[in-house]
């Protein structure tokens, strides 16, 4: 009788990071913390962590990095991450991340940094500090990938330079000392169209146009009702494509809801306040049920500070297994 053997199927590890740099708003949540909370029901090998470290790169206040890394971890537990499915942690608590990027440093070719679109942007606009920090950031993000031995990098096509960097140190490291990383894959997610701010800009907290999710409820009507719009009165019909306050709606709307909507743009008779009560209802109903949960944890930060500390006490053991790993390999050990 013949045996058969099964090939038993590796478990993808799924690894993202996201910097603390504000308060998160509906362009975060749609972009990627909403992704994020809906990959816990798809695999079964998460790390998720927040980048404070690669914040310094640009934030020099101290006290605000703390605010903002706090309200981060705070925000994503209150829409659901769950630190029983997922291992989730803040950078700086693990301290082999910029352990394993110096070596990673001493590997990577010059203009291998030099091509990375973040430094070349930074330098041609000067919008930012051209700084150590941010010509090395790829040596870090591959860090934090390959510390933890992650196969699926979730991120946005403006990111997947970085992760197939990290795919080619991952290689050249292998290649020089022996087989220590995993093949890196990024996970390209569908690109969302381009969520707009209240002044019709790209929604961003450098240009302080967001709409937060658990701001009191008077602060999120202001923003809305301050949505920019054209002059069109309330009779003349609309183009819904082109209106800010539908572009939103469509986030939160049903299909049938949206189809409705665009049909009363383009027949006129509505106005645009009119839309916006309605927007302001959806947003408010969307995070209703994760509003006790986030006043809950906002009254005890000592509680998402311990969660963070249980996660990092997790991610260290991995991490550390890695880190003996390569000083094996490299002769450090």
């Not at 919008?127 to 510390?147: H, M, R, W």
């Not at 967001?210 to 009191?216: G, K, N, Q, S």
Request: glycine content about 6%; hydrophobic content about 35%.
């Amino acid at each position: 009788m013949k045996t058969c053997k099964f090939k038993q199927m590796q478990i993808e590890r799924v690894l993202s990071g996201v910097q603390p740099s504000g308060v998160p708003h509906i362009g975060n949540y749609f972009g990627a913390m909403k992704r994020h909370i809906e990959m816990q029901d798809k695999y079964e090998d998460l790390f998720f962590f927040i980048a404070d470290l690669h914040a310094l790169t640009t934030q020099k206040d101290a006290k605000l990095i703390k605010e903002y890394t706090l309200e981060l971890a705070t925000t994503y537990l209150a829409l659901g991450l769950d630190p029983n499915k997922c291992v989730f942690w803040k950078q700086s608590d693990v301290a082999y991340h910029p352990y394993l990027s110096w070596i990673f440093s001493c590997l990577t070719p010059i203009p291998w940094l030099e091509r990375c679109h973040a430094f070349k942007d930074a330098k041609t606009t000067g919008k930012k500090e051209v700084n150590a920090g941010l010509f090395t950031y790829p040596c870090l993000q591959a860090s934090d990938i390959l510390l933890y031995k992650g196969t699926l990098v979730p991120v946005g096509k403006d990111q997947k330079q970085h992760v197939e960097l990290t795919r080619d140190l991952a290689i050249r490291f292998n290649d020089i000392y022996g087989k220590v990383f995993p093949e890196v894959t990024p996970l390209i997610e569908d690109e969302l169209a381009v969520i707009p701010g209240t002044d019709g800009e790209k929604m961003s907290k450098s240009y302080g146009n967001t709409i937060t999710m658990f701001a009191p409820e008077n602060e999120i009507k202001n923003k809305v009702m301050g949505i920019v719009t054209d002059s069109k009165g309330v009779e003349e019909k609309k183009d819904p494509t082109k209106c800010n306050v539908f572009k939103l709606y469509k986030l939160f709307g049903n299909e049938k809801e949206i189809a409705n909507l665009a049909k009363r743009y383009k027949a006129g008779g509505l106005g645009y306040g009119d839309v916006k009560k309605m927007l302001l209802e959806k947003i408010l109903t969307h995070f209703a049920p994760f509003r006790d949960k986030y006043n809950e944890l906002k009254a005890n930060p000592v509680k998402v500070e311990c969660i963070l500390k249980e996660g990092a006490s997790k991610a260290e053991k991995v991490a550390l297994k890695t880190i003996n790993e390569v000083k094996e390999k490299i002769g450090l050990r």
